[in-house]
């Protein structure tokens, strides 16, 4: 998996603060399995959202999941 494009605004101190219209775009590697979230952005403190996650690879979707400090996509085929 690659992440294409993850713009965060500002990072200091630990943390990461997405900006107003940030997109996440993954490309995925087709055949391998992505059975649990795959972490893309990990600050001490996270700001923000995603305002869209795109996957670039064609039968892929990829939802978001935040625990903690740490961003991550879960991906689905679809």
Do not use: N, S
Not at 1 to 23: E, K, N, Y
Not at 44 to 58: C, D, K, N, S, W
């Amino acid at each position: 998996m690659r992440v294409d494009h993850a713009f965060v605004t500002r990072a200091d101190a630990g943390t990461a603060t997405l900006g107003p219209g940030v997109t996440l775009a993954v490309t995925v590697t087709p055949g391998r399995r992505y059975d649990a979230p795959i972490p893309v952005l990990r600050a001490g403190r996270l700001r923000g959202r995603f305002a869209e996650v795109v996957v670039t690879t064609p039968g892929f979707r990829a939802d978001p999941v935040t625990y903690g400090d740490t961003i991550a996509v879960r991906l689905r085929t679809v």
